[in-house]
T-cell receptor, first 117, second 111 residues
Framework: DGGITQSPKYLFRKEGQNVTLSCEQNLNHDAMYWYRQDPGQGLRLIYYSQIVNDFQKGDIAEGYSVSREKKESFPLTVTSAQKNPTAFYLC????????????????FGPGTRLTVL | QQPVQSPQAVILREGEDAVINCSSSKALYSVHWYRQKHGEAPVFLMILLKGGEQKGHEKISASFNEKKQQSSLYLTASQLSYSGTYFCGTQVQYSNYQLIWGAGTKLIIKP
């Protein structure tokens, strides 16, 4: 079955540590996204990538970094520079980014819940 | 610019109907609707393309009013399983078509 996987489901981080969240998709989608969601809030875009070896900052990129070395994978690193990283992190993918209609429909992974101890 | 969703929250009894609106100040190419249950990822429900077409998914349907740049999601004879937060994602016409998300509408269905 095609889909998006994220790991781990729960992650605990000590202050000052960098952690990396995994996101893998086997949908053959070109575009991938990372969102942060705080309790009771909406989706805020961290980074997105249209194609391998290319990515763009979203609205809240400070304290985060990404890479896109393979089409299937888009890992997110939460660095120690991110002051308040406790949140629910969602990865998504779509066929393309700059196409209208169904090609831009995003499909989400199950999410990673990050807690800073 | 972020689309405006209304209402922010609604509480219904099972079997009642609800309407959730998503409005934009920009000309839209499409509107995507998603539902997110507590602690889970958003799930895609349907897409409305410009042209005013109405689509349906079980007892959930939606319309797109191009003149008003507004989409409405209709939940008919609501079931407990409809509880969750509904998000709209809009694509602005003549833009890069990146989805811009609304803040969400929380729907609570009581038995």
């Amino acid at each position: 079955d095609g889909g998006i996987t994220q790991s781990p489901k729960y992650l605990f981080r000590k202050e000052g540590q960098n952690v990396t969240l995994s996101c893998e998709q086997n949908l053959n989608h070109d575009a991938m996204y990372w969102y942060r969601q705080d309790p009771g809030q909406g989706l805020r875009l961290i980074y997105y990538s249209q194609i391998v070896n290319d990515f763009q900052k979203g609205d809240i990129a400070e304290g985060y970094s990404v890479s896109r070395e393979k089409k299937e994978s888009f890992p997110l690193t939460v660095t120690s520079a991110q002051k308040n990283p406790t949140a629910f992190y969602l990865c998504a993918s779509s066929i393309a980014l700059t196409s209208g209609g169904t090609s831009s429909t995003q499909y989400f992974g199950p999410g990673t819940r990050l807690t800073v101890l | 610019q972020q689309p405006v969703q209304s209402p922010q929250a609604v509480i219904l009894r099972e079997g009642e109907d609800a309407v959730i609106n998503c409005s934009s100040s920009k000309a839209l190419y499409s509107v995507h609707w998603y539902r997110q249950k507590h602690g889970e990822a958003p799930v895609f429900l349907m897409i409305l393309l410009k042209g005013g077409e109405q689509k349906g998914h079980e007892k959930i349907s939606a319309s797109f009013n191009e003149k008003k740049q507004q989409s409405s999601l209709y939940l008919t004879a609501s079931q407990l399983s409809y509880s969750g937060t509904y998000f709209c994602g809009t694509q602005v016409q003549y833009s890069n078509y990146q989805l811009i998300w609304g803040a969400g509408t929380k729907l609570i269905i009581k038995p």
